[in-house]
């Protein structure tokens, strides 16, 4: 066959389990143009690419809401389940016992989580059950024509709802209260934050909570809303420039000293101003972070970067002891029930 007849294939690249960044999309999304759960939706794709994850190997789930839709536009080889509103926790935790050898990927919104769904996020974080957790955070009910949620920040006001009279609900503290065991903020426009993010909590033994200010185009992107792209531009200021990625993985981001800031234009042309603090800042200090959350809010900055890690406590599945490898719903009758001296034991334990 001569050169000018033969067909060039396309110069794909492979990652090590032999997939490319398509193997990891999903559906085509319905959001609307600009949303930023399309831009978290990118990173989740490119942090699952980049860490060699099998997509087979991955449990989806959400709830109900704009933000309960993303799982479908991405890892669309993925296992996934769309559960009730508020509801995806408890179901989350079921499938982590039905299979605790996937990686779970839960993506809800605030109004999923801290309205219909706060109490189940309160014990899922007492829990810790090993999943990521993203909050596609708003500041309302996009799916229902932009009611406020309880993120939404008192004083705000919307075309259709008036003022905000009510003190906002804070996902970062309300997961320090509760004892999650990785906590970190961040902001749809800041991709790379974003993805180093995903990253570290996929690596995390564990439930990571992650915050993401995600700007809704139709119904609260006012400059004056601090889920708006104009408000994240000027008021956002990242605890520092966290890149925690797995070996052989690392992000670069040139030169950026310690203690500096930096303009970085966004995905949609906009920018925000970045500023690096120093290093001396420690995340597996719980008095540290309840500390730099109380400070961000007095100052009205939106605090990103990972706030708060322990990596000693034990998962749900490292509680109960789970098997190594063998995951429940594989297992046959005989295998999960318990012999008659076990019975004839926990019978002798009543009495």
Known sequence: MSDTT???????QLNLVGLSKNDYRG?????????GHNSISNQIIAAAYELNIVPEDVIKLS?????SKSPAYFLNRSFGFNSLHGRMPSVATGAMFGDHTLKALAVSGDGDTTNIGMGQFKHIMRRNAPMVYIVENNGVYGLTKGQFSATAEMGLRLKYQGINHYFPVDVVQ???ASGATFVARSFAGDANQVKALIKAGLSHNGLAIIDIISPCVTFNNNDDSRHSYGWGREHQEPLHDFTYVPREQEIQLGEFPEGTTRQVEMHDGSTIVLKKLDRDYDPTSRAAAMRVIEE???????LTGLIYVDTERPSLTDIYELPQGRALNRMTDTELRPGKDMIEKANAMMF
């Open 174 to 176: 309300e997961a320090m």
């Open 6 to 12: 033969e067909t060039a294939m396309p110069n794909i």
């Open 296 to 302: 961000s809010q007095d100052e009205e900055v939106l």
């Open 27 to 35: 559906a085509q999304t319905t959001l609307c143009a600009g949303c």
């Open 63 to 67: 709830g109900i809401g704009c933000s």
